[in-house]
């Protein structure tokens, strides 16, 4: 049978592959947050008993009664886990391992005894996104397509509707709960939720990726956020790309779709950890580059400075000023940055101050004396232990920091070595 | 008579904003709180005092209906806490939550208004004005936008309080509001509790530094494990008192406890 609507495979599997992954990140943004992602792994077990059940009683694979029974033992697995916590002073992990794989057991031998033949087994470990257009329609939708975009209404229907709490609760529970707005009621809701979610997407995906989905776009977004709204935006949106970079990805390999979906999920994780601007790799290296720049450009300066303050007509070659500040290729940038912004100038073999370098090279010089003199008068440390603080601190120190020191210091016109301090 | 009766016990619910009756609270059956009783009037600064593990959090939870008590009763200005819960904000331990959520600290302010909006309804204009006045009340309204992780110390403090006032509650407790905070912090903090009361507010303060609560607060409450005192400072901040919260925890309590925990039927 193939969907009334006329679309080619490759998009009905994109689009089934994407509205699986939207439909994940939206509650799994809750579990991560929550720090529970674990509870998408247990659920996605928990609740195989739960649709053999479902499918004994009502005879049928149809939608509803399978939702129902997930959706059940749902809410089942998230009791048992907490009150075995509550009252059997489980810790929640093991409550959770207990639970979870019990009723996953159950459900294999309900499956091996009552239904053999109706289920393929492997299929729920994989699903199968490839078959997508091969499965009966509904309303003009493949049958997984449109589980997965009912499951996704109804995740951002509720999201939509009772955002604030969920929001209060997962932050802070027992504000919510003495507000009256109760987090147990929302924890049971999002359970429910994750629960109904695993199992419209086990056709396409299979019960172990879905896992991932779930979780992955989610803390994916959670390193490139400040905001509720924008992490559950932003994962909606890691989703979507890591659907589409998969599905280009399988056909080009030809292997499962599914599985280059989880991959390109994790590809992008990857990028967040190296990118993020808060917590990423990239940016922490960056940062230090950049203060390591500015250590040996403003060195640079003051070395320059220095020498002309003690009136030598010697000047420094390129060559011998790099060296002089240690080296290597960043001294090379310093002297390349300086020449660039006009802080420098050749003068054949020579380096030179420009007057808009010679501005910025006293201002460093004039921080550096301040902090030893405050040094020396303030903390009472001796001569021969000023230069190397004052040498950390001078690039640190702010024209307002300039002016309390001024304050601080009785003798704002000498530095303790005798001197001058410039303006 | 008995009008005249009706009339004095009616004149006393007005005025007192905490009354706790005979409460035992326990964790999985062993009593961490024993038999305590007291009453608040209204419009003090109140000082809970005593050592690490005495209860105070439990207390405050207790009251707040977030762990069961295993006797006894709360009532908030005469009346159940279930039925008083827009009267009664809560700042809890700071290390209570994520810092790395999500949200902003105008986020969190916010957060304050939800318990008079109830389930469904949304924040509008009106609850982002009460979040500019609080935030602009405890100093930090210029931190409106930033992530809760990029702030110190004080100023999440600050952001816990600022949302506590965005309740606008009638009774307040404050887990330690004061803890890793800076003189000048504290000094912020104590003087918006000030006006907290100058407005007939009560609240309640876990307070740790025992140097300060004579210049705090009006009223004090001494616990370990059970009620040692709690009565206006100058008569109940006493040596003698203090001796009696601080000299080691009762160990009979505790055995009686173990034993509890080990013997009795669950309910
Ligand atoms: N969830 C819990 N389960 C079991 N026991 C608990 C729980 N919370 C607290 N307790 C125990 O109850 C007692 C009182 O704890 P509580 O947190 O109320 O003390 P506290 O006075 O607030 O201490 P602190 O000054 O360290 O904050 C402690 O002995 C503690 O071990
Ligand atoms: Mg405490």
Redesign the pocket.
Known sequence: MTPTIALSSDAWILLTGAATNVACALVGCFLVLRRMSLMGDALAHAVLPGLVIAFLLSHSLSIVPLFVGAAAVGLLTTFLIQTLHQYARTPTDASMGVVFTSLFALGVVLLKKFVVGHFDVACVYEGSLELVVLSETICGLPRPLFTTCLVLLLNLSVLLLLWKEFQLSSFDPALATTMGLSATAIHYLLMTLVSVTTVASFEAVGSILVVAMLIVPAATAHLLSDRLAAMVAISALVGVLSAVLGFYAAQYWDTNIAGMMTVAAGLLYAVAVFCSPRYGICSTVLNNLKVSLRVVREDLLGMLYRIEELGSARQMTSAEARRAIGGGWLSRLGVAALLRGGHLRRAGECLQLTPRGRTEARQLVRSHRLWETYLVEHLGLPLDHVHEPAHRVEHFISEQMQRELEAEVAAPEQDPHGRQIPD | MAASGRYLRKCTMSTTALEIHDMTVA??RRP?LWDIDLQIPAGKLVGIV?P????????IKAALGLVPLASGKVEIHGKPYHQQRQAVGYVP?RESVDWDFPVTVRDVVLMGTYGSLGWLRRPGRSEHAIVDRCLQQVGISALANRQIRQLSGGQQQRVFLARALAQDAQLYFLD?PFAGVDAATEAAIFKLLQTMRSAHKTVLV?HHDLQTVRDYFDHVILLNMRLVACGPVETTFTQENLHLTYGGRLTILDEAAEAMRQREPQR
């Open positions: 964790y999985q961490v005593g690490n593990g005495a209860g105070k959090t439990t207390l331990q330690e876990v």
